[in-house]
T-cell receptor, first 113, second 114 residues
């Protein structure tokens, strides 16, 4: 069975600083990986996804993530945080050939002015 | 614009009452899903449907029921058997259940107990 671990349920960064949100997964077969963002009282919005090919994936709002198979990681980064980035972020994994999408427990990002 | 519409946005349930949450999509997606979100627990799958007139239980189906009579619609009923229904409920859809296509989400329904 697959699982997703997001290290740090709360992360705070200063405006303009680097954003790093961590995601590690376990899967017995190659996975598809996703990052979603959720603003208060709203649904989830896709930031980016990794399927196959290039391991560095660029998404919306200046975010990107790198798939590292050897580390079973898919960390989300943004070079310079903006106040509008304050939200909750979810990492999700679906192993190839499996129909189930498994979500991590989320990381709440706070931006300090 | 295509998307997923959930209604109502807020819902209150009385003791012993069944309530139904609506989910409609105009994305022409085959697959639809219901998730429950509780603080600190991420999203947990309640039910999903791959095609009209077919649906499968997820991880926490007890106390819930669904139907899929039309491709666009996947309503969720929270029955009186669900003893702790207070949560944020999210509906999602995707082209297929399998593969690398992402799920698209509605804006949720927040259910509370009176």
């Amino acid at each position: 069975a697959q699982s997703v671990t997001q290290l740090g349920s709360h992360v705070s960064v200063s405006e303009g600083a680097l954003v790093l949100l961590r995601c590690n997964y376990s899967s017995s077969v190659p996975p598809y990986l996703f990052w979603y963002v959720q603003y208060p009282n709203q649904g989830l919005q896709l930031l980016l996804k990794y399927t196959t090919g290039a391991t560095l994936v660029k998404g919306i709002n200046g975010f990107e993530a790198e798939f590292k198979k050897s580390e079973t990681s898919f960390h989300l980064t943004k070079p310079s945080a903006h106040m509008s980035d304050a939200a909750e972020y979810f990492c999700a994994v679906r192993p190839f050939g499996n129909e189930k999408l498994t979500f991590g427990t989320g990381t709440r990002l706070t931006i300090i002015p | 614009d295509g998307g997923i519409t959930q209604s109502p946005k807020y819902l209150f349930r009385k003791e012993g009452q069944n309530v139904t949450l609506s989910c409609e999509q105009n994305l022409n997606h085959d697959a639809m899903y219901w998730y429950r979100q509780d603080p600190g627990q991420g999203l947990r799958l309640i039910y999903y449907s791959q095609i009209v007139n077919d649906f499968q239980k997820g991880d926490i189906a007890e106390g819930y029921s669904v139907s899929r009579e039309k491709k666009e619609s996947f309503p969720l009923t929270v029955t009186s058997a669900q003893k702790n229904p207070t949560a944020f409920y999210l509906c999602a859809s995707s082209m297929k259940v399998w593969g690398n296509q992402p799920q698209h989400f509605g804006d949720g329904t927040r259910l509370s107990i009176l």
